[in-house]
């Protein structure tokens, strides 16, 4: 039995952690996906052709799969053919995983923070697939610096494609995963707090549905009324760069 309770915080990837950078922002990630529309659909499309932020993978696929006429069950019924197409192009190309992509400002310092603590437990919660997910974490070299055996909640684990217009939903579940299998890997463990952070309004939502306190941050698209005003309680702050004061917001 372990005797230290402690506290889980599970991170957002995308605008949380990370941030696009110059013409090639997020590039692998895209063309990722503009392979799995080609190769299941023979579409050639891209995702912003819908307002994306927030979504998962999965409901990204299928969104911008009914966006050109595809209905919803067909594009559900090949969600599984679209991820593995994706995964597919994604990991082969691995090596340019972090092109267009950069560290939000105190991120890698929070997190060295969080590993060196006796009792802290760190994961993603991510509508990235997982092998995308981890990917980009250890092509930034912050991978190590989560905690071990890694875990969390990815796209890859859960979607319900009726969650597609309140993708929160499918995110809560995710939430959930991730501190399910927190339990799993590290049994007897008393939780002190349970926390996700993350930068849209459907973190702060999903960390409500997930049972756990949600940490906004001000790192993406949306602005601290988007995410005060969703619904949802959370703490808000302008980014992860001042340390002490992410830690006094969690109670650590």
Same mark, same amino acid.
């Given at each position: ?28 990630? &895209?063309?990722?996906?503009? =392979? %799995?529309? /080609?190769?299941?659909? *023979? $579409? +050639?499309?891209?995702?912003? @052709?819908? #307002? ?35 995964? &597919?192009?994604?990991?082969? =190309? %691995?090596? /340019?995983?972090?092109? *267009? $992509? +950069?560290?939000?400002?105190? @991120?890698? #310092? ?143």
């Amino acid at each position: 039995m372990c005797s230290v309770g402690k506290t889980l915080v599970s991170f957002d990837v995308d605008g949380t952690l990370i941030r696009t950078v110059g013409d090639n922002a997020n590039k692998l990630h &895209k063309l990722a996906f503009m =392979n %799995a529309w /080609k190769e299941v659909y *023979g $579409l +050639e499309t891209h995702l912003d @052709v819908i #307002q994306h932020h927030g979504n998962t993978d999965p409901l990204i696929l299928i969104r911008v799969a009914q966006y050109h006429g595809i209905a919803k069950s067909d594009a559900a019924a090949k969600l599984k053919d679209m991820e593995d197409s994706m995964l &597919k192009y994604y990991m082969a =190309n %691995a090596d /340019k995983a972090g092109v *267009g $992509l +950069e560290c939000l400002p105190g @991120v890698k #310092q929070l997190l060295q923070e969080l590993k060196d603590r006796d009792d802290v437990l760190t994961c993603l919660v991510t509508g990235n697939l997982q092998p995308i997910g981890w990917a980009k974490m250890e092509a930034l070299g912050i991978k190590h610096l989560f905690s071990e055996p890694y875990f969390g909640g990815f796209g890859s684990d859960y979607c319900n494609p009726d969650n597609s217009e309140q993708s929160w939903k499918d995110r809560a579940e995710l939430v959930k995963i991730a501190a399910q299998k927190a339990e799993k890997h590290f049994p007897g463990v008393q939780w002190k707090a349970k926390w996700h952070v993350g930068d849209t309004p459907m973190d702060i939502q999903a960390a409500q549905g997930g049972k756990a306190q949600a940490l906004g941050v001000l790192t993406g698209v949306y602005s601290r009324q988007d995410l005060e005003g969703c619904g949802a309680e959370s703490i808000t702050l302008e980014n992860l760069q001042d340390v002490p004061a992410v830690l006094k917001a969690m109670n650590l």
